[in-house]
């Protein structure tokens, strides 16, 4: 995953070669802050924080792309069915059913 189309002023990375780098940039999930506004299969340079600041922002942004990953692979029904046995545990069904329901709810 990749968040693109970030720009910096000149203030915030560095090239490989030591020059601060001015334009836009993307940030991928494992590799970093990148050359470029999109990630591409082509080989591109990756960039170096300057200040402490720049390298939270893109720790930060790393945590939310691994999040969505992590949120786009676990599958649909496993959500899906935690929230539907938290909902019908705690309903009516419980009272009126008594002992039956307890077991399902434990489901």
């Not at 390298?55 to 959500?79: F, G, N």
């Amino acid at each position: 995953m990749v968040r693109g189309n970030l720009y910096t002023a000149g203030e915030e990375f560095y090239l490989p070669n030591g020059e601060t780098y001015v334009g836009a940039y993307h940030v991928h999930v494992t590799k970093g802050a990148m050359v470029g506004a999109r990630h591409t299969p082509e080989p591109h340079d990756s960039l170096t924080p300057l200040t402490e600041a720049a390298a939270q922002l893109i720790e930060t942004i790393q945590a939310q792309l691994k999040q969505r990953q992590d949120q786009a692979s676990s599958p649909i029904t496993s959500s899906v069915s935690r929230s539907s046995s938290g909902g019908g545990g705690g309903g009516g069904g419980g009272s009126s059913y008594g002992g039956s329901s307890a077991p399902a709810s434990s489901y």
